[in-house]
């Protein structure tokens, strides 16, 4: 049988045993003058000390086993997620959705260089003049 299960059914009896002694015991010690009429506060005082604790400590049982159960809920919920993954694609929309491009400096960039020639293709500058500078001519190779 559980603990808070023994203090419930217990406490009713054991208060009233503790009720029924602190009354023997004012009534029966030598150097004790307790009146009759006081007698009947000294039985209510010997219950509440039983009842009091007891009432507290079912209390904070009844609070842990809450916490308990909301702790078995949380591992069950935790294992559901783990036993079914999300889909490739809910995983790659999350990737993409973390990614932070803040960081990018893009300030030197020249949006309206864009090096293309007539038809589309890329042509540096300065490659096409060092090329023309280092082609050799007619005189050049029969010299």
Do not use: C
């Amino acid at each position: 049988m559980p603990a808070n299960r023994i203090v419930a059914l217990f406490t009713p009896v054991i208060a009233l045993a503790a009720g029924g002694a602190a009354t023997w015991l004012a009534d029966h010690v030598p150097g004790m003058n307790v009146s009759p009429g006081e007698l009947q506060a000294v039985f209510i005082a010997g219950i509440a000390a039983i009842v009091a604790p007891a009432a507290q400590w079912l209390h904070g049982a009844q609070k842990f086993e809450a916490h308990q159960q909301e702790l078995d809920q949380a591992a069950l919920q935790a294992d559901a997620q783990v036993a079914s993954p999300p889909l490739e694609q809910d995983v790659a929309a999350a990737a993409y959705d973390d990614y932070d491009d803040d960081d990018y400096d893009d300030d030197d960039y020249d949006d309206d260089d864009d090096g293309g020639g007539d038809d589309g293709t890329y042509v540096d500058d300065d490659y096409v003049s060092a090329r023309d500078e280092a082609e050799p001519t007619a005189a050049t190779v029969g010299a």
